[in-house]
């Protein structure tokens, strides 16, 4: 029997791994070179997934756009170097990816970082083979975008499934007319994927595998 799920396109940060070390760590580094006050890591687990640029306006009152090219700048100097490997892979992650990988079903990631960065995770966590596709952000381009220039190209079909732990994930995948589960043990919790209505909740790596099996059945 053909796929129902043709291609599943996850998330990253928050979904396949916890980089919240890495990203608080460089984003006080950035704040502290440009002169502005530490923020409380917890503070900053809260924005991850939402593009940087709005991070740090979130983060600091005094931040105005004008400040944003050079916080990022900075926030990248040091993410390039060291942040990106402050980053875990969620416990059975790697063994779900494995085994959806060899069922043949097409893994992609699309995520709000830079692609540079995202191909250096996937090297860090041994999974850049498992990957049909990465597909990066930056400053102005949103996941929406990312997702409608992924159908555009063929890279994915109106049958992909969009995988993410934030409602900016869920909104996108249904803008460009897709199917989407929500990871609760990210950074958006239960509450803010409810709220953008996916078709599914998942609470764990376990059910996460057994809600793309019944898709692909």
């Given at each position: 029997?053909?796929?129902?799920c043709?291609?599943?396109?996850l998330?990253?940060?928050?979904?396949?791994s916890?980089?919240s070390?890495?990203?608080?760590?460089?984003?006080?580094y950035?704040?502290?070179?440009?002169?502005?006050?530490e923020?409380?890591?917890?503070?900053?687990?809260k924005?991850?997934?939402e593009?940087?640029?709005?991070?740090?306006?979130?983060?600091?009152?005094?931040?105005?756009?004008?400040?944003v090219?050079?916080?990022?700048?900075d926030y990248?100097?040091?993410?390039?170097?060291?942040?990106?490997?402050e980053?875990?892979?969620?416990?059975?992650?790697?063994?779900?990816?494995?085994?959806?990988?060899?069922?043949g079903?097409?893994l992609?990631?699309?995520?709000?970082?830079?692609?540079?960065?995202?191909?250096?995770i996937a090297?860090l966590?041994?999974l850049?083979?498992?990957?049909?596709?990465?597909?990066?952000?930056d400053?102005?381009?949103?996941?929406q975008?990312?997702?409608?220039?992924?159908?555009?190209?063929?890279?994915?079909?109106?049958?992909?499934?969009?995988?993410?732990?934030?409602?900016?994930?869920?909104?996108?995948?249904?803008?460009?007319?897709?199917a989407?589960?929500?990871?609760?043990w990210?950074f958006?919790?239960?509450?803010?994927l409810?709220?953008?209505?996916?078709?599914q909740i998942?609470?764990?790596?376990?059910?996460?595998?057994?809600?793309?099996?019944l898709?692909?059945?």
């Open positions: 029997m053909p796929l129902v043709t291609t599943l396109v998330d990253l940060d928050g979904t396949i916890d980089p070390t890495g990203i608080a760590r460089s984003i006080n950035a704040l502290v070179k440009q002169g502005f006050m923020s409380p890591e917890a503070q900053i687990a924005e991850i997934g593009p940087l640029d709005e991070i740090f306006i979130k983060l600091e009152s005094q931040v105005t756009a004008k400040h090219p050079k916080l990022v700048a990248r100097e040091r993410y390039a170097q060291t942040g990106f490997a980053n875990t892979i969620y416990p059975g992650m790697y063994d779900l990816l494995t085994g959806l990988r060899t069922a079903i097409k992609g990631i699309c995520t709000s970082k830079r692609r540079d960065f995202a191909v250096k090297a966590f041994d850049s083979a498992h990957f049909e596709f990465i597909s990066g952000g400053i102005g381009v949103t996941k975008q990312q997702l409608a220039t992924l159908l555009q190209q063929g890279q994915i079909d109106n049958q992909a499934v969009m995988v993410g732990d934030r409602a900016i994930d869920i909104l996108a995948a249904q803008h460009n007319g897709l989407s589960i929500g990871v609760s990210g958006g919790g239960y509450q803010e409810a709220s953008a209505s996916p078709d998942v609470d764990n790596v376990e059910a996460l595998g057994n809600a793309v099996k898709l692909s059945e």
